[in-house]
């Protein structure tokens, strides 16, 4: 269990012994937190299980040279997740992606596999599946697979080029239609 305690600090100079005459200092607040020894060690262990959760994390980039094989021959045991807003989607997708906003993410994630299907129209990615994260720019698919990966999900990846870069390579921006 953790307690803080507020401490009453004083701010003390060197002052000279032939000094008589009393001089207020200023009373600093300082907090203080102390761990208490009764903690057991299953709840340490949690809290660094978690620590190494909420670290910062860069998970492994895609490039477009590496998705596009992964659009031209879909396969079950992978998803390519567009991760924009739906209004942004209507703009074009790339080939053989589902849409799941990063709005309703990290929700979507705790909800049962039937419920997932009911509410997204397509099964839920399982823990061990390769699950792939792209945006329009590369910064929410970054931010997906961040959350994908604090959900327990493993086998993570980023296409950090994301929709600009699919349709500057692909020419006309048109994709496909969501």
């Known amino acids: ?9 004083t701010r003390c100079a060197a002052r000279p012994t032939l000094l008589t005459r009393q001089v207020a200092r200023p009373t600093y607040q300082v907090f203080a937190r102390y761990e208490s020894s009764k903690a057991n060690d299953a ?8 620590d190494r ?3 910062d994390w860069q998970g492994p980039v895609l490039t477009y040279e590496q998705v596009k ?12 997740i567009d991760v924009r807003e739906p209004d942004e989607v209507m703009q074009g997708s790339i080939p053989s992606s589902v849409n799941l906003p990063l709005s309703v993410l990290a ?3 705790h909800l049962t596999p039937q419920a997932f299907k009911a509410q997204h ?7 061990q599946q390769e699950v792939v994260f792209y945006c329009r720019s590369g910064m929410r698919s970054a931010s997906a ?9 493993e086998n993570i990846l980023n296409y950090e080029g994301s929709w600009l870069d699919w349709t500057s390579r692909e020419g006309g921006g048109k994709g496909s239609i969501a």
């Open 1 to 9: 269990m953790l307690r803080t305690a507020l401490l009453n600090t």
């Open 43 to 50: 709840l340490k262990a949690a809290r660094k299980a978690k």
């Open 53 to 55: 959760l909420q670290k």
């Open 69 to 80: 094989p992964k659009t031209l021959s879909p396969s079950a045991d992978a998803y390519l």
């Open 107 to 109: 929700n979507s994630f």
């Open 121 to 127: 129209g397509f099964e839920k990615p399982g823990k």
């Open 145 to 153: 697979c961040d959350i994908a990966r604090r959900n327990g999900y």
